[in-house]
């Protein structure tokens, strides 16, 4: 019998959202490890009451202060004690409040930037789902998780795959740890194999319904471009000290084989499982230990097959652009990003064309200098001025 242990307190930064609620899932399995320390949203506070109710959070956050009023009277006639509050500088604090061990970043978008970079300097365990976070502020975010001991560990299906199939201490290159390559899975979104032409009149329904995943809009309308793949590709450099050319794209429609790991011997490590991203989360939660997650296990010869192809750049240019912006290096990847979220954002408002995505991101992308990122203010006026920009752009169209 293993001994009690000490509850661990757990933020989550989103945890209305897609895998916000996955991670609740899985820590609702383990009561005896975890203990929800604060939950947070932007606006879904319906949603929000219900996970307090729930899971008794000893803090909740949402974005404005009628909201909060709202789920303050609500939590009280149920005679609840969760303490309510609005606005951005409440998600810092609880990112890196004392109370919390471990701190869920998924958050969507660069809104989630300060909170995940507040958990990182107050040295918690992170576990990273909020990708756009890294991409804007890749060097500033590695060193800051050196320079305050914290511990990353990486969210997303294809960096936890990777991470599971590198050795325990990777930092350093990759190279002197014999590996020479990372192939990133893609499934290829709902339009893998369509023209440039089809492509141009497809609805955001459309894009949105994801065959093997089931995501949050934002993401779900980046895993279409393959701007996703390309984001991933941004986060696996930092993750793990890859360079570009070192990460290839591997179309992989099943969504079996998460990402592997090619090493100099000429071994090849894939870590596989059922599409469900309740067990990355479970991995970050329990890692170096293995916790049950409600995944069940692959059924081969269900699956029977797994197909591989070379990804489409010329219908897809997102995932061009994401590493060309990696190779410009400096703002240039929060550039990307920033000129990216407007254009998802319009194109879910029915303001702009799926293809055009591409194009708005391209344009910005080019006509914005590129600075060195290495401070926040640095990064966060990139990314403004790259959603100016942006917002420009969308006029004369
Ligand atoms: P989602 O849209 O389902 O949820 C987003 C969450 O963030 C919600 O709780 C929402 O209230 C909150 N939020 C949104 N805007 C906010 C703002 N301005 N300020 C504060 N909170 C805000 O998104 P998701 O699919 O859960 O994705 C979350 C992150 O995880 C994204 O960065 C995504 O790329 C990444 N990710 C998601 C998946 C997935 O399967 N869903 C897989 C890998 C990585
Ligand atoms: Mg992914």
Redesign the pocket.
């Known amino acids: 019998m293993s001994e009690p242990r000490r509850q661990q307190g757990v933020t989550v930064?989103?945890?209305?959202?897609?895998?916000?609620?996955?991670t609740l899932d899985v820590i609702a399995r383990h009561s005896e490890r975890y203990r929800i320390h604060a939950l947070?949203?932007?606006?879904?506070r319906e949603?929000?009451l219900a996970q307090c109710l729930r899971h008794h959070p000893s803090l909740a956050v949402l974005?404005e202060e009628h909201d909060a009023a709202w789920l303050r009277d609500r939590l009280l006639q149920a005679g609840l004690h969760t303490e309510v509050r609005a606005g951005?500088e409440a998600?810092n604090d609880v990112a890196s409040d004392v109370e919390a061990d471990v701190v869920m970043?998924?958050?969507?978008?660069a809104?989630?930037l300060l909170?995940t970079l507040a958990a990182v300097c107050a040295g918690k365990r992170v576990l990273l789902?909020?990708?756009?976070?890294l991409v804007m502020s890749g060097a500033l975010f590695m060193d800051a998780v050196l320079r305050h001991g914290a511990t990353l560990l990486p969210?997303?299906?294809e960096h936890n795959a990777i991470y599971q199939c590198l050795p325990s201490e990777h930092r350093g290159g990759l190279s002197r740890h014999g590996v020479t390559q990372l192939l990133l899975t893609a499934s290829g979104g709902p339009f893998r194999g369509w023209s440039r032409e089809r492509l141009a009149t497809v609805t955001p329904e459309q894009a949105c319904a994801h065959p093997n995943?089931?995501?949050?809009?934002?993401?779900?309308v980046?895993s279409a471009t393959l701007m996703?793949k390309g984001?991933e590709l941004i986060e696996a450099c930092w993750l793990f000290d890859a360079r570009p050319e070192q990460v290839q794209v591997v179309v992989h429609p099943q969504s079996v084989i998460h990402s592997m790991a090619a090493y100099s011997d000429g071994s090849v490590l894939a870590q596989l499982g059922n599409p469900d991203?309740r067990t990355?989360i479970a991995y970050g939660l329990a890692w170096p230990e293995r916790i049950e997650a409600g995944v069940e296990s692959l059924d081969l010869f269900q699956i029977a097959r797994l197909d591989f192809e070379a990804p489409d750049e010329t219908a897809f240019p997102c995932l061009r652009l994401a590493r060309q912006a990696m190779q410009a290096g400096g703002t240039a990847p929060a550039v990307l990003n920033g000129a990216n979220e407007v254009a998802v954002d319009a194109f879910l408002k029915g303001r702009l064309s799926f293809t055009a995505i591409g194009e708005l991101v391209e344009d910005i992308l080019g006509a914005l200098p590129v600075e060195e990122g290495g401070d926040l203010e640095t990064i966060l006026g990139a990314d403004a001025r790259a959603r100016q920009a942006a917002h420009e752009w969308l006029k004369r169209v």
């Open positions: 930064l989103g945890s209305t959202g897609s895998i916000g609620t996955s947070t949203a932007h606006r879904s949603t929000l974005d951005r998600l970043a998924a958050i969507v978008g809104a989630g909170p789902a909020n990708k756009e976070a969210i997303d299906s995943w089931s995501m949050g809009r934002k993401i779900s980046d996703n984001l991203m990355p």
